[in-house]
């Protein structure tokens, strides 16, 4: 009976995230768990029991894509320019936030625990990924040395939450960020 539940649990859990890849692809962070758990077939506790918070579902729902992140970090790492290999990673990172929605919501901080990126799955393994990244261009000079992945993340989350509803979120996003790397002071 026991290795029946487990197999059981397994597929309730295919199943649910399957679903919620759906929905929030549809209707972002603010899918409706109670949604999901009726096209799933299942009820809310046991949506519950295998995501006891928003959060646990949207890092579950992101995991693909933090870890193609992740991947091409670490192939930028040591390629060309170290800034504009950090710039190419973070711009690519705007981008699959814009087009992956949820995502963004999965990188925030919610003010649980003490420590922003690590109490955080998906921004934990960006953090883990970038870091090599980051620090070739600080040691080039190229960033400020005060600068972390936590803070680009930060960054990132914000221009992508702004501009959301925006209608061509995507080129204003984009748009933010390049203003946000260049700076308000004019090119000379």
Do not use: K
Not at 61 to 85: H, K, P, W, Y
């Amino acid at each position: 009976m026991p290795d029946h539940q487990r197999a059981d649990a397994r597929r309730n859990y295919a199943r649910i995230l399957a679903v919620a890849e759906d929905e929030v692809a549809a209707n972002g962070a603010a899918a409706s768990l109670e949604q999901i758990a009726r096209v799933a077939g299942v009820g809310s506790a046991t949506v519950r029991r295998h995501f006891p918070t928003r959060r646990a579902l949207l890092e579950a729902v992101s995991r693909q894509r933090i870890e193609a992140l992740s991947v091409r970090a670490r192939e930028l790492t040591g390629r060309g320019d170290s800034r504009d290999a950090l710039l190419e990673w973070l711009g690519e990172v705007v981008a699959y936030c814009v087009s992956a929605r949820g995502l963004a919501a999965a990188l925030t901080y919610d003010g649980a625990g003490s420590d922003p990126v690590h109490d955080n799955a998906c921004s934990a393994a960006l953090e883990e990924a970038a870091g090599p990244l980051l620090q070739r261009a600080a040691r080039d000079g190229a960033v400020a040395t005060s600068v972390t992945v936590a803070d680009l993340i930060t960054l990132i989350v914000g221009i992508v939450l702004a501009t959301e509803h925006h209608p061509d979120h995507a080129v204003r996003a984009d748009r933010l960020f390049r203003l946000a790397v260049a700076g308000l002071s004019p090119r000379r």
